[in-house]
């Protein structure tokens, strides 16, 4: 959308440090902008290290920490310049409201994003802001919940044979796991797996879950599957963002994991 106005921008790992370097000194950025853990994937970027590089460039950082909520990560303390939340997620909480929020220590920031929130009108109304901050009142409790009730699932689905490979920070075999153990409070609620069968497997268990639901979105108190590849990444295909066709998302919610668990594990065996 944005290449219009001419902006660009470059995919670089964001967990190879060596990479980031050497892409801003090949192409000079203003910001680096990170997601961690990253959508869909969970990879874990480390933030105190981000910053630096991109301090060291003259770039901010700006930190994408919608998965995590600032219940499990706190990017301004670790050296970001700028935080964004899809508040339509854990902060809303209950799927039932749209917006965002910007938050950072830099007045400068601050006081450019206060101008361009007044001048384009990109403001939420007053009824969007009040479920917004009612659903911040009970973050802490849901996020612990959304923690406990996804290592469950992450420990389930790592035994069971119709799972190729887990993606979930909290195990130990995750690539990033001792970063973010070591900037995060808690490894968040989103768990993604890949199946064994390929494509049609992975579509086959999205449609056969009974409790959780098939739909975009997440960080909602209802647990919710879906297809990246067919939904909300479809659109990245053939980029270097494009997903495998075996993946499946989650977002864990807040029903009894027991339940959650006997739901995968039927739709699993199913197949
Ligand atoms: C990590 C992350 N950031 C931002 C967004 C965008 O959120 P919204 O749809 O509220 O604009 C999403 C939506 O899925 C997301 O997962």
């Not at 980031?20 to 933030?47: H, M």
């Not at 920490?65 to 990560?73: G, K, M, V, W």
Request: charged letters at 20%; a negative charge.
């Amino acid at each position: 959308m944005l290449a219009r106005w001419g902006l660009d921008y470059v995919p670089v790992h964001l967990s190879d440090l060596a990479a980031v370097r050497r892409c801003l000194a090949d192409r000079p950025a203003r910001v680096v902008w990170v997601e961690t853990p990253t959508n869909p994937l969970l990879g874990i970027a480390d933030i105190a290290a981000l910053a630096e590089v991109a301090h060291e460039a003259g770039a901010l950082l700006v930190v994408d920490n919608t998965f995590a909520s600032p219940r499990l990560q706190r990017p301004l303390v670790l050296g970001a310049d700028v935080v964004v939340h899809s508040t339509t997620k854990y902060l809303g909480g209950h799927s039932d409201v749209v917006g965002g929020a910007l938050v950072t220590a830099d007045a400068e920031v601050a006081e450019r994003a206060a101008f361009l929130r007044n001048a384009t009108g990109a403001v939420p109304g007053p009824f969007e802001s009040w479920l917004t901050l009612r659903g911040v009142r009970t973050l802490a409790v849901r996020m612990d919940r959304h923690c406990d009730s996804a290592a469950q699932v992450a420990d389930m689905l790592g035994r069971h044979p119709a799972v190729a490979q887990v993606l979930y920070p909290g195990l130990p075999s995750h690539p990033g796991h001792a970063v973010a153990a070591g900037q995060m409070s808690g490894f968040g609620g989103m768990v993604s797996f890949r199946v064994r069968g390929g494509e049609e497997a992975a579509v086959a268990v999205c449609g056969r879950t009974r409790l959780f639901t098939l739909a975009e979105s997440l960080g909602g108190v209802e647990s919710l599957i879906e297809h990246p590849s067919r939904m909300t990444h479809a659109s990245v295909a053939g980029s270097p963002l494009e997903v495998s066709a075996d993946l499946v998302r989650l977002s864990v919610g807040l029903e009894d994991y027991r339940d959650l668990l006997a739901d995968l594990e039927a739709a699993l065996a199913a197949g």
